[in-house]
């Protein structure tokens, strides 16, 4: 099972910033957040990912409580095209594999 | 940008059929994995590949179910003897383990029927 919790879904409005927030109260020193999204069918697109300290990319920001037990990802400026399924993993780095839950459904609305 | 390159897109096949879904990983990378998503439902690993050998598979992943990289360049999925619930979305993906996480290729959709 998914170590992570999700809302189902969200709306953002275009243009805006889309705060996603993830919930993973049991993970442990060291594992990995990492942060996929997937768009209709297609094979899910890597974002971004962290241990414990913030990390931002050009595609995202990922901000990890201090406690690690939750984190937030931000699309700084949401578009119509980041219409797509949000998925928060946690796991270990170097080739583990991924497990996946539900996600969060994230609906950007011009 | 490097990509993970999955052929065919769609293929129809009929239950009791074996099916090869096939697979070009990023040249560089070093673990590869086959995950399956029916439609509706959660991305599902099914198994994953280093050093030329299965390093981890779940239930899923049974007798029915191989992999192979024959040539250093392609990863297949072989199912032996389909199902109608083999039905799904495939997705390839391949990681260097290192900083970045996986890429995924677009994706085989198998329909058994």
């Known amino acids: 099972d998914a170590k992570t919790t999700q809302p189902p879904s969200m709306d953002c409005a275009e243009g805006r910033a889309a705060n996603l927030p993830c919930n993973h109260s049991?993970?442990?020193?060291?594992?990995?957040v990492y942060w996929y999204r997937q768009i209709h069918s297609q094979g899910p697109q890597y974002i971004i990912h962290?241990?414990?300290n913030n990390e931002t990319n050009e595609m995202a920001s990922l901000i990890i409580t201090e406690d690690r037990k939750s984190s937030t990802l931000i699309l700084p400026h949401a578009t119509l095209r980041d219409t797509a399924v949000y998925y928060c993993?946690?796991?270990?780095?170097?080739?583990?594999?991924?497990?996946f839950g539900a996600g969060t459904i994230l609906r950007v609305k011009s | 940008e490097p990509e993970v390159t999955q052929t065919p897109s769609h293929q129809v096949t009929q239950m009791g059929q074996e099916v090869i879904l096939r697979c070009v990983p990023i040249?560089?990378?070093?673990?590869f994995y086959w995950y399956r998503q029916i439609l509706g439902q959660k991305v599902e690993f099914l198994v994953s590949?280093?050093?030329?050998?299965?390093?981890?598979k779940s239930e899923i992943f049974d007798d029915q179910f191989s992999v192979e990289r024959p040539d250093g360049s392609n990863f297949t999925l072989k199912i032996r003897s389909t199902k109608l619930e083999d039905s799904a979305m495939y997705f390839c993906?391949?990681?260097?383990?290192?900083?970045?996480?996986?890429?995924f290729g677009s994706g085989t959709r198998l329909t058994v029927v």
């Open positions: 993906a391949s990681s260097s383990g290192t900083y970045y996480g996986y890429t």
């Open positions: 049991t993970i442990s020193g060291n594992e990995y």
């Open positions: 962290g241990l414990k």
């Open positions: 993993i946690v796991s270990y780095q170097y080739g583990n594999k991924l497990v």
């Open positions: 040249s560089n990378h070093l673990y």
């Open positions: 590949f280093y050093n030329n050998e299965i390093s981890e």
